[in-house]
């Protein structure tokens, strides 16, 4: 080999050999990652040599294993989606909230955060979430790119809420729906109950309880009270696709999503537009319903995360993959959580 590298052990120019073999990474200082990597070491030490191409190689072929781990979108995707959507990197971060270059870092490589991940995640399932997560918004240049972009997807005898609806409740019965077809009015009337009896409630708290109430019911039962799929987000258990569903159920008038002031922080809060009524559900499920906001409701939201990720369901299911309805057999006594 004519090409030479400098090698600070040998302290001079030296051939060296490219070998391929396994290297542990610590990605963001807190996981490990193994795999195969390409570096060059020197022919006379065997010491390993810098070589910026091949190092950035192996950066990203363990980070890619670490998104593949966790179900966090590719570069390729993002910008394939966000193509689709007829957006700007610029256009996609302002709709998001999100910084003006952050989709340009997640493009070129940037492992998104958490919470940008699920995001992501949640949008790339379907373009039809975007629309979805967009209905009810200001009007602005970019939502009228995306409606004009994504026109296509929307029938002309179909609502968007019945796109999406039909879609989210088209899950074939199986062990993440608890063996039974997802029930919308099922999902409204708890919802509905928890808004009325489980005051303040916000997004993550009303999730938790959903989770609680479905697989407590399941527990007893052998089946669920909405049949609805829980996915193992990062702030806990939660509906899967949970946007669009309260976005239906705040277009057909079952809730309300509003900005509150709770403590020292403001975040939003599911409050019930039609009444609760005992009678929209059965015996068994209305016993469920109060057994958790009895011994779960005065808990706060960030109670009811840590608790929720304490459960085998959560910490035994894949990050970000649907929870199966057999973990429910494993769920902690309520009484005892709040005596915790």
């Given at each position: 080999m004519t090409d030479r590298k400098f090698c600070e052990q040998c302290g001079k120019e030296v051939a060296y050999e490219i070998v391929e073999r396994p290297e542990t990474f610590l990605v963001f200082g807190k996981e490990e990652v193994e795999t195969e990597v390409t570096v060059t070491v020197c022919a006379e030490c065997g010491s390993r040599l810098y070589d910026e191409k091949l190092d950035d190689a192996n950066f990203r072929r363990a980070y890619d294993i670490y998104r593949e781990r966790h179900g966090i979108p590719f570069p390729e995707e993002i910008r394939a989606f966000r193509e689709r959507c007829g957006l700007s990197q610029k256009a996609l971060g302002r709709l998001l909230g999100w910084g003006e270059i952050t989709v340009h870092r997640y493009e070129a490589g940037d492992v998104p955060n958490a919470a940008h991940a699920e995001m992501l995640r949640f949008l790339l399932a379907s373009p039809?979430?975007?629309l979805a997560w967009i209905e009810g918004k200001p009007e602005t240049p970019d939502t009228q790119k995306v409606r004009k972009a994504l026109a296509d997807l929307l029938p002309a005898t179909a609502t968007l809420a019945q796109v999406v609806l039909s879609s989210l409740l088209a899950h074939a019965p199986d062990e993440f729906t608890g063996h039974i077809a997802p029930s919308l009015g099922n999902l409204s009337a708890m919802v509905r109950?928890?808004?009325?009896?489980?005051?303040?409630?916000t997004k993550i708290k009303l999730m938790k309880l959903l989770f609680y109430a479905d697989f407590r019911h399941f527990q007893l039962q052998q089946t669920p009270i909405s049949g609805m799929v829980y996915a193992a987000l990062p702030y806990g258990p939660a509906l899967d696709q949970w946007r669009p569903l309260l976005s239906a159920l705040e277009q057909q008038g079952d809730i309300a999503v509003t900005l509150k002031t709770?403590?020292?922080?403001q975040g939003e809060v599911v409050r019930a537009t039609?009444?609760?009524?005992?009678?929209?559900?059965?015996?068994?499920?209305?016993?469920?319903?109060?057994d958790v906001c009895r011994n779960l409701g005065p808990l706060s939201a960030a109670e009811l995360k840590d608790v929720s990720h304490e459960e085998a369901a959560y910490q035994e299911t894949p990050p970000n993959q649907p929870i199966s309805y057999a973990h429910a057999a494993g769920l902690r006594d309520l009484e005892t959580i709040r005596r915790r």
């Open positions: 039809m979430n975007l109950y928890f808004a009325e009896f489980c005051r303040p409630l709770i403590g020292n922080y039609r009444p609760w009524s005992k009678a929209s559900l059965q015996n068994t499920a209305v016993a469920v319903l109060e």
